[in-house]
């Protein structure tokens, strides 16, 4: 398999609690490697992350193509029925609340918002052990905490295998939707994506 389209807002897919997955069988298999390659193959705009229902597969599985503590090359993982165990009390924008930062999606091109997360948060997840190989292996389950950014994205891949948009919190928040028009961003009345919700 190769890269997949992503599909966007309002697709049904989007709005789906994912499926568990039970078996790494031949098909999840593919399905996972399908994943990375979209993923990684991402360019304007690049992504940091992706989930299985964006490409149309309502399963409990996203990558992440994020740089690690040791590369500041980006590094694809691939998390596997992920869930919070912990999180922080600490809800933020960003590291500078006058300039908060912007979240996006490859489902929803062009609109950009902040959204206010939790600084950090604890997952415990399979990790895909060996994603550019041809017979992937999954890790037991591990746990481990993302602060920052990659804490920001661990939340919004997780949110898309609940069926959540980063524009439900922008309703719910309050917050500004602004979208990508050349090189500006423009406000945009955040009921417009009052339909996908």
């Not at 389209?5 to 499926?19: F, G, N």
Request: aromatic share 8%.
């Amino acid at each position: 398999m190769s890269k997949k389209k992503i599909i966007t807002a309002p697709h049904k897919t989007l709005r789906l609690k994912a499926k568990v997955i039970d078996e790494l069988d031949k098909s999840v298999k593919q399905f996972l490697r399908s994943l990375q390659q979209t993923l990684v193959a991402q360019e304007k705009p690049a992504a940091a992350g992706l989930a299985l229902p964006q490409i149309d597969l309502s399963y409990r599985a996203f990558a992440t193509y994020l740089e690690t503590p040791v590369s500041t090359h980006p590094q694809a993982r691939i998390f596997v029925n992920p869930v919070i165990i912990d999180l922080s009390d600490v809800l933020s924008v960003g590291p500078d609340r006058k300039s908060p930062d912007l979240e996006g999606c490859l489902s929803i091109p062009e609109l950009y918002g902040p959204v206010a997360r939790p600084e950090w948060v604890t997952m415990e997840f399979m990790e895909v052990l060996n994603p550019g190989k041809d017979d992937i292996q999954l890790s037991d389950p591990k746990q481990e905490t993302f602060y920052d950014f990659p804490g920001r994205v661990m939340q919004h891949e997780l949110d898309h295998l609940n069926g959540i948009l980063f524009t439900d919190y922008t309703l719910k928040q309050g917050q500004p939707l602004f979208r990508q028009e050349k090189n500006d961003l423009l406000p945009v009345d955040p009921m417009v994506v009052k339909a996908w919700s």
